[in-house]
């Protein structure tokens, strides 16, 4: 198969508008509520990762750099690294972001480094968060939170595809099951495709729609954490990339050159991205099947989930303002002790 046709990194942006497919060094973005191209961001690298964390876009190149970009423009908010080569992303609900490169972790927010780690045992293929801690999966079902203190390691099946974060806990598709794994307490199982192997798991961000990407070209879509079935999406001479659920509950799935399907489980559709200029539209062969909506309950926000608030730089006038008072202490001061030796 073409590696041109193997889906590759995407995301919904922060505010729902904007869906966002690397394909080689670009990020090409589309409106989510018609399809239509909207920016095209060029890297210094080929794209490895590509995930929402409030207010930005994050994008992890090849070579190490977390940027920042503005859904609304495409345009740099920030850059940090390189990091090194070959990383992995992942972000929080809350606006974190995480980069495993070699055998360090690194967690950031915005363009600030909040933490560093080192790991004992490298062999990382993805990484999340549960809440705001961090968290690690290795191939043979091993994962690691990273909360403040020690280690937390839990035993999932294997092998291990990928995990994706929640609120509580880290939602991980391992061997055939798709669950939710905190990092104390009991795992919930949601699905289970027995003889099957799954490969990558989606969540929507209030927890209650998820999905798994079953193989390389399978994708089923579910609600009621798993109790309800909403539909499924099969590919045929491509591969299913990474997914994102926008606020509408509609799944996007890439499908490689820079392109991606929105399955609408209410109105049992499916659509595709329009072609950027100078690109290609391509074609290709989809099968899609509507079980079931999603209840509107299933759409509303979930209230405890909190973006971190960022700490603004003083303004000019505070600082002025912490000058003159501390010239005024230093005058005082020189003051009181001239009168005391006086």
Same mark, same amino acid.
């Given at each position: 198969m073409?590696?041109?046709?193997?889906?590759?990194?995407?995301?919904?942006?922060?505010?729902?508008?904007?869906?966002?497919?690397?394909?080689?060094?670009?990020?090409?973005?589309?409106?989510?509520?018609?399809?239509?191209?909207?920016?095209?961001?060029?890297?210094?690298a080929p794209v490895r990762g590509l995930d929402a964390a409030a207010p930005d876009i994050v994008v992890l190149d090849a070579a190490g750099n977390v940027i920042g970009l503005n859904p609304e423009d495409g345009k740099p908010r920030w850059q940090m690294g390189p990091f090194g080569p070959d990383g992995l992303l992942g972000t929080s609900l809350s606006g974190r972001w995480a980069v495993v490169t070699g055998n360090t972790l690194i967690v950031g927010r915005s363009g600030q480094k909040i933490q560093e780690i080192t790991l004992e045992d490298p062999e990382v293929v993805s990484v999340a968060f549960g809440g705001m801690v961090p968290a690690v999966g290795y191939r043979d079902g091993r994962i690691r939170f990273y909360p403040e203190g020690d280690p937390v390691q839990r035993q999932g099946a294997e092998p291990?595809?990928? +995990?994706?974060?929640?609120? @509580?806990?880290?939602?991980?598709?391992?061997g055939p099951h798709l669950a939710e794994m905190p990092a104390e307490g009991k795992a919930t199982t949601f699905v289970t495709y027995d003889g099957e192997t799954l490969t990558g798991a989606i969540r929507s961000t209030n927890g209650r729609l998820i999905a798994a990407r079953v193989g390389e070209q399978y994708v089923?879509?579910?609600?009621?954490?798993?109790?309800?079935?909403?539909?499924?999406l099969r590919y045929f001479e491509r591969k299913a990339g990474d997914g994102a659920f926008d606020a509408d509950g509609n799944l996007w799935v890439a499908c490689g050159q820079g392109h991606a399907n929105r399955l609408d489980f209410h109105k049992g559709l499916i659509a595709r991205t329009d072609e950027h200029p100078?690109?290609?539209?391509?074609?290709?062969?989809?099968?899609?099947?509507?079980?079931?909506?999603?209840?509107?309950?299933? +759409?509303?926000?979930?209230? @405890?989930?909190?973006?971190e608030e960022e700490e603004a730089p003083p303004s000019l006038l505070v600082r002025i303002e912490k000058i003159f008072f501390g010239v005024v202490v230093v005058i005082g001061t020189w003051w009181l002790l001239m009168r005391l030796l006086g």
């Open positions: 073409d590696s041109s046709f193997q889906g590759g990194p995407l995301c919904v942006s922060p505010d729902g508008q904007i869906v966002a497919v690397a394909d080689g060094h670009e990020v090409l973005t589309y409106r989510t509520s018609n399809e239509a191209p909207v920016w095209i961001y060029v890297c210094d291990l595809g990928m +995990l994706t974060s929640g609120r @509580d806990g880290v939602v991980v598709a391992c089923a879509a579910f609600a009621e954490g798993g109790a309800v079935t909403l539909g499924h100078d690109h290609a539209r391509g074609t290709w062969q989809v099968q899609f099947k509507t079980d079931q909506a999603p209840d509107p309950d299933a +759409l509303k926000p979930d209230p @405890d989930v909190r973006i």
